[in-house]
């Protein structure tokens, strides 16, 4: 029909593994091959965030492997409020690099995957080979006693 474009379906170009973390299911895009990079989404988003970067950084030589995360997407959604600490949150970045039995792995986060990507590198410096984070700049835990209200 002219003037009709048909819409491009993102899930049809990615591949798609459901992949066993810290006790969920996560659905994950996992393309490539090379170092481990993880690319994690912020709120209220999934993998679908990160279309236009999977491409790109499977090309330059990486596994990138992209989580909706716990309770989003295709992902397991516990229904406990305890299910979604960032202790948590860290063990399911943790177990996906368990999963493709690698000693580290790149993070990427963006919104409020930049917290879950610092905290975990923070906690397990020799699991992660480099991070990056975007949109949300790093502020390390403060002390409440000295903040002036």
Do not use: K
Not at 81 to 91: F, K, N, S
Not at 112 to 136: D, E
């Amino acid at each position: 029909m002219r003037g009709h474009m048909a819409l491009d379906n993102p899930e049809a170009n990615h591949h798609f593994e459901q992949i066993t973390s810290n006790g969920v299911q996560l659905r994950c895009v996992v393309e490539g091959s090379g170092p481990l990079a993880i690319m994690v989404h912020g709120w209220p988003e999934s993998w679908y965030s990160w279309r236009h970067q999977i491409n790109l950084v499977r090309d330059a030589g990486y596994r990138v492997v992209v989580p909706d995360v716990r309770g989003y997407g295709g992902s397991d959604a516990p229904d406990a409020i305890e299910a979604y600490d960032m202790e948590t949150m860290i063990g399911d970045i943790l177990g996906l690099i368990d999963h493709f039995d690698e000693e580290q792995a790149v993070l990427i986060g963006h919104d409020w995957g930049a917290p879950i990507v610092w905290n975990t590198t923070a906690l397990h410096p020799q699991r992660i080979r480099a991070v990056a984070a975007m949109s949300v700049p790093y502020s390390p835990r403060g002390n409440i006693s000295s903040i002036d209200l």
